[in-house]
């Protein structure tokens, strides 16, 4: 249906009926199952928790701890906007909604490099675990699990639940086996935990930690994800909140045990420096339990890299029903299948552009990755400042507690996280955000009926 231009004060406006509409098709239990499969508890462990051991050795578990504390938080900021503004666009829909367009763009391109770089990461780690029945390159197995995972990404969303649900069980056996065998062989007082040290036996300082917390919001962030499914949940104002919370805690539970068994299993901190945890697992009990751990773990990043390109393909689904793009792409980006209700068009882009880019080296993107969720999280923290303005006092919006005070500590705590990271990490991230900046002041503004946020009736 053609969309009436918006003046250019205008940063939202409603969606159109039509066939640009996703579907109503989960609640509480879909969408937590879905958002808890994007945390990723088992590749998180497997994957991003061991550069954190090398790097902060028996003070990861305090760090993460952290992190989770600030991400409650930010959750509540996420649970409040991602009511007022249930799209599929997450982060950028809500900051437009409650700032400007500009930054919402700006929020948009974060969000953009975090889905871009963070998959195949992730799906080129499966080759590690497969090494147990299979010798794969990584790029190659990172490409072939893209692919599969877009196959997936085309089906109906509920039936996505279930599957992701179904290997979120698996990778929670994983878990639980890794955490039984750690606790009947720990070693370390549990003093190390509030004592950290590193391998060479010094001290951790309280700079080095929060410095790691970028990194450790990444282990956690999947909580987030409940605000891109709002469009296709029945009653976004009741359920959204729930599921946040609900994937925030379920999640920092089934990270944080094992971790805390793991720092107490190993003999002393300079375990921790290069820690294989199939070896570790394979030392506490036999061969044949650590190859089924491994094959547990491949299987929960297959079903992380599924639940991201779910929640990726709608980000750049809603970008283009917003008109951010020259008109011949907004209309095949914006492209709804009839058949399984999903944005086909954008899910194939998203999916085998991911796919390419196992093959480009990544290692030097994974502190601009921490650098982009922190940004992020700010951004939507500071939108929440501005959330109970006239304008946004709309009835059955959910309202976090001691408000303007969490958001307000979130900001402050998020900012010094920030300053404390890289030079490099901050200086690539800052030129992502100039290159936006310039795309916007050269064809965006000029365009009032462009980046349109919308959000859509329920």
């Known amino acids: ?29 879909g969408g937590t199952l879905l958002t808890l499969s994007c945390v990723t508890p088992a590749s998180s462990l497997f994957v991003l928790v061991p550069p954190l051991f090398g790097e902060l050795g028996t003070g990861t ?18 649970s409040e906007l991602g009511t007022l503004v249930p799209s599929a666009g997450g982060e950028y829909a809500m900051v437009t909604t409650v700032a400007n367009r500009f930054a919402g763009w700006m929020t948009f391109m974060l ?4 889905i871009l770089v963070v998959p195949p990461i ?17 790029s190659v197995a990172g490409a072939i699990v893209m692919l599969a995972a877009t196959v997936m990404g085309l089906l109906n969303l509920r039936s996505n639940a279930w599957i992701t649900g179904i290997f979120l069980v698996i990778e929670l056996v994983a878990i639980f086996v890794v955490s039984l065998l750690a606790f009947t062989h720990t070693s370390q007082s549990p003093a190390v935990l509030v ?3 590193l391998g060479s036996g010094g001290a951790i300082g309280l700079i080095a930690v929060i410095a790691g917390l970028a990194v450790a919001l990444f282990v956690v962030q999947g909580f987030s994800t409940a605000v891109y499914l709002a469009e296709e949940m029945r009653e976004p104002r009741r359920t959204v909140a729930r599921t946040v919370f609900w994937t925030l805690g379920i999640s920092a539970l089934v990270i944080l045990v094992p971790v805390v068994a793991i720092t107490l299993a190993v003999p002393d901190a300079a375990s921790l420096a290069g820690l294989d945890l199939t070896a570790l697992v394979v030392g506490w009990s036999s061969t044949a339990v650590g190859a089924a751990v491994s094959l547990c773990i491949a299987a929960a990043i297959v079903n992380a890299v599924i639940v991201m390109v779910i929640q990726n393909s709608r980000v750049l689904f809603s970008s283009a029903r917003d008109r951010a793009w020259p008109e011949p792409v907004n209309r095949a980006m914006s492209t709804v299948g009839r058949r399984y209700g999903s944005p086909w068009v954008a899910t194939l882009v998203t999916g085998l552009s991911e796919a390419v880019l196992c093959f480009v080296p990544v290692d030097t993107l994974n502190g601009v990755t921490g650098v982009a969720v922190v940004a992020l999280y700010l951004s939507v923290a500071a939108a929440a400042l501005g959330a109970r303005r006239a304008a946004h006092r709309k009835p059955h919006v959910w309202r976090m507690p001691a408000w303007p005070v969490v958001p307000v500590l979130a900001v402050a705590a998020l900012l010094y996280i920030l300053v404390e990271q890289s030079a490099l990490d901050l200086g690539i991230t800052a030129g992502v955000l100039l290159v936006s900046a310039l ?20």
């Open 111 to 114: 969000s953009f490099v975090v």
């Open 122 to 138: 992730i799906a080129i780690g499966v080759s590690d675990y497969l090494a147990a029945v299979v010798d794969i390159n990584p």
């Open 1 to 29: 249906m053609p969309r009436t231009p918006a003046p250019p004060e205008a940063a939202t406006a409603t969606a159109p009926a039509g066939p640009r509409t996703l579907t109503r098709s989960i609640g509480v239990g």
């Open 61 to 78: 578990a305090l760090t993460i701890t952290l992190a989770v504390l600030l991400c409650v938080g930010v959750a509540f900021c996420y």
């Open 195 to 197: 004592k950290p040290t």
């Open 439 to 458: 795309y916007w002041w050269g064809y965006l503004r000029r365009r009032p009926g462009r980046w349109v946020v919308t959000v859509p009736q329920e």
